[in-house]
């Protein structure tokens, strides 16, 4: 199959997602950076290739599994918000700026015991909640192990490995489970044994070959953690631990260790998730000259708090050699007006805009925060405390509100309780119940939802129409003196089913109605039997 290289960015899909930037670039597309025009919000849009929009089966198959990944609510797992397929197969995901493990790793070469078993405790959460409802990740790798820009953890792109896998020829991942390069049959065993050779390449920095002989961690540098890696690690999916009762076997090593270091994440925005420092409140404000050496000490000072380890230190002495030959190029020193980002996290935007008094450009973008209050700023780029020459552009966000949460499918036919935890889980929560009648849904179950959309803020009310059953049929007058098959007619026509019971009587003539029972008038659930006693005619005379 033909792969389509074309970007897409500054296409707007389904009239509604703006692609912004390419995030990354995969075997099956690319994942873009988006505005969701509609909600105002950022996400992530990943765009399959061209060459999908021709296959008609894996079409289908995508609208499947896209449903299922949709239908996933879990906070170790990125939340599908939509998908289509109208121009090109897409599918909507919340963004998170964190990066990817497999970022963290090329970062950091290898993480610490203690960060692996926060890595394996998240992802277990996250499996085991999947594999409860019969999904599959089957493709885990350190790729598919999203951060947001808080260091939350969440597994990405449940069910789409399947869907969009290729020909059974395709290369498989490094991290395939023997099952799956065996070709027999995958469960969710091959989900923990992927996970296993995630967590041994983040504490190693290498991934082990496996030759049909069980791999064994070595214990000198796994300690306590090593049963747990060599059970998800053996090569029949029978004898690894379930996703429960790894989180469990994780937990319980990580008694035996130090408490882990932050994980090194980044910011997709190139925000520092490090609160900055409080600015010195004497000369606050004004502007600060800025010469030629002052400009080369802020950007040593920008240098070393954003550099890592040894690498800083050969970048200054490039920037230093760069400085030697510009103080001999150059006598003259150039000033610059610049001042320090105010504090804005909280302000409506007219108070701030007062504040930076046409000092800088501003830029208002709109978006969402559960626990925000709508119409204050919740972040500035560049953040509070940075300089900023005059006449660059600050970028303001204001919050409008928590973030918009969809209202799950599927509560018809649930009991109240059920309905109420599914939309819990949603981050709803229920609202006013009404007794409707319902010709097909039982008594006491769920029959629709009163909210006229199909999203609300988080937190929001959900209110249910609860089904009193089908209506009370009423039984028929005038039947009596009807032929029968008039009156089982009518009675069968109201909802309700008939017996029949015969008699003689001395002056009504055969197969005409005598009486019904109950009498009519009478308020029967629906299918319930009146009987009808239907005359014989006269006894005969012997």
Do not use: C
Request: proline content about 7%; charged content about 20%.
């Amino acid at each position: 199959m033909s792969i389509s290289s074309q970007s897409h960015a500054g296409k707007v899909i389904n009239g509604r997602y703006r692609l912004i930037t390419p995030l990354g670039t995969g075997s099956k597309g690319q994942v873009y950076l988006a505005d969701d025009i509609r909600q105002r919000r950022q996400v992530a849009v990943k765009v399959f290739h061209d060459a999908y929009a021709n296959d008609h089966e894996l079409l289908e198959h995508f609208r499947g599994q896209a449903q299922v990944a949709s239908s996933l609510n879990h906070p170790n797992i990125v939340t599908v918000h939509d998908w289509g397929d109208s121009e090109i197969p897409f599918l909507v995901s919340e963004y998170l700026g964190g990066g990817t493990l497999r970022g963290v790793l090329m970062r950091e070469s290898s993480l610490t015991l203690s960060q692996a078993v926060v890595v394996g405790i998240e992802i277990s959460e996250g499996l085991n909640y999947a594999h409860n409802r019969g999904i599959i990740q089957r493709e885990l790798k350190p790729e598919k192990i999203i951060f947001d820009v808080e260091g939350r953890l969440k597994l990405a792109d449940f069910g789409l490995a399947q869907t969009l896998s290729g020909s059974p020829a395709a290369e498989l991942s490094k991290y395939a489970s023997p099952e799956q390069i065996e070709k027999k049959s995958v469960g969710t065993g091959s989900d923990i044994y992927s996970l296993a050779l995630v967590l041994y390449e983040a504490v190693t920095g290498e991934i082990p070959v496996g030759d049909g002989t069980p791999i064994v961690p070595p214990k000198e540098i796994f300690g306590s953690l090593t049963p747990a890696i060599t059970q998800a690690l053996s090569h029949e999916p029978s004898s690894r631990p379930d996703a429960e009762s790894l989180r469990d076997m994780l937990v319980a090593a990580s008694k035996d260790l130090s408490r882990p270091d932050s994980l090194p994440i980044e910011s997709g925005l190139d925000v520092s998730v490090v609160t900055p420092a409080t600015p010195d409140p004497t000369g606050a404000g004004e502007p600060i000259p800025l010469t030629f050496f002052n400009r080369i000490k802020g950007i040593f000072r920008y240098v070393t708090s954003r550099l890592k380890r040894w690498s800083w230190l050969l970048l200054m002495v490039a920037i230093t050699a760069g400085i030697i030959s510009l103080v001999y190029a150059t006598n003259e020193e150039e000033i610059i007006n610049v001042q320090e980002v105010p504090e804005a996290i909280g302000l409506i935007p007219e108070t701030f805009i007062a504040q930076v008094n046409n000092f800088w450009e501003l830029e208002e973008a709109l978006t969402r925060e559960d626990g925000s209050i709508a119409g204050t700023i919740l972040k500035t780029i560049p953040p509070s405390g940075e300089l900023l020459e005059e006449g660059e552009t600050i970028t303001y966000f204001v919050s409008q509100g928590p973030e918009i949460r969809d209202i799950p499918l599927g509560l018809v036919g649930l009991t109240i309780q059920e309905a109420e935890a599914s939309l819990l889980g949603a981050q709803l929560t229920l609202g006013v119940t009404t007794q409707q009648p319902d010709e097909e849904i039982a008594a006491g179950l769920v029959a629709g939802v009163i909210n006229p959309i199909p999203e609300l803020p988080t937190g929001s009310p959900v209110d249910l129409i609860i089904s009193s059953g089908p209506e009370l049929r009423t039984i028929p007058d005038g039947l009596e003196g009807n032929s029968y098959e008039d009156a089982e007619t009518a009675i069968v026509l109201e909802g309700l089913k008939v017996r029949k019971q015969e008699m003689h009587h001395p002056s009504i003539a055969e197969g005409i109605v005598i009486s019904l029972s109950p009498p009519p008038g009478e308020k029967l659930q629906r299918d319930s039997f009146v009987d009808v006693i239907v005359s014989l005619g006269p006894e005969p005379v012997s």
